[in-house]
């Protein structure tokens, strides 16, 4: 399992998406920035970011995901 937690990024937010894929977590990601903060355009740069603070979760236990 995936997580992504926009507190990492983002100071003070408490928004997460967890999935079984990493893509699934950074569409929902994305989803979320264009729904509830009126993004309308990622830049790739974000993205990676993102990817950069996804953590794989198993057994209770969050280890960071190596790219």
Do not use: Q
């Given at each position: 399992?995936?997580?992504?937690?926009?507190g990492s990024l983002?100071?003070?937010?408490?928004?997460?998406?967890?999935?079984?894929?990493?893509?699934?977590?950074?569409?929902?990601?994305?989803?979320n920035l264009k729904?509830?903060?009126?993004?309308?355009?990622?830049?790739?740069?974000?993205?990676?970011?993102?990817?950069?603070?996804?953590?794989?979760?198993?057994s209770g236990k969050?280890?960071?995901?190596?790219?």
């Open positions: 399992m995936k997580r992504f937690e926009s983002i100071p003070g937010a408490t928004w997460h998406a967890e999935a079984e894929s990493e893509a699934e977590v950074v569409r929902r990601a994305v989803e729904t509830y903060h009126g993004e309308t355009e990622v830049r790739p740069d974000m993205i990676e970011r993102i990817k950069e603070r996804i953590i794989d979760v198993d969050a280890t960071k995901t190596k790219h």
